[in-house]
């Protein structure tokens, strides 16, 4: 599976973004689906994932509440919508596949990765 992530922007805080990852290939159903993002010199770090069967969900404590993640099999994308942002949410946001029978939240757990794509929330 090869992944392409898009709808990244400059807003203000408070503001909305969607960002779409769109998969190719056809064993995405098969895929756990996961978000991340990287700060300027800081390691990049988990935001949510969405399991590949159940559709259960995880997110970070820091957009529990403000970001959903959701997927679309059919399609081969996976969505993250993010509400309420903030300052601190600027980051390059990257989706990323992982095996089902990983269970990890690390970067090191997921297999494919997308480009990224910038988001950045001005004050």
């Known amino acids: 599976v090869q992944l392409q992530a898009s709808g990244g922007g400059l807003v203000q805080a408070g503001d909305s973004l969607r960002l779409s990852c769109t998969a190719s290939?056809?064993?995405?159903?098969?895929?756990?689906m996961g978000w991340f993002r990287q700060a300027p010199g800081r390691e990049r770090e988990f935001v949510s994932a969405?399991?590949?069967?159940?559709?259960?969900?995880e997110y970070a404590d820091s957009v529990k509440g403000r970001f959903t993640i959701s997927r679309d099999n059919a399609k081969n994308t996976v969505a993250l919508q993010m509400n309420s942002l903030k300052p601190e949410d600027t980051a390059v946001y990257y989706c990323?596949?992982?095996?089902?029978?990983?269970?990890?939240?690390?970067?090191?757990?997921?297999?494919?990765w997308g480009q990224g794509t910038q988001v950045t929330v001005s004050s």
């Open positions: 990323a596949a992982r095996r089902p029978w990983r269970t990890g939240l690390s970067t090191t757990d997921y297999d494919v």
């Open positions: 290939g056809r064993t995405f159903s098969s895929y756990d």
């Open positions: 969405i399991h590949s069967l159940s559709a259960r969900t």
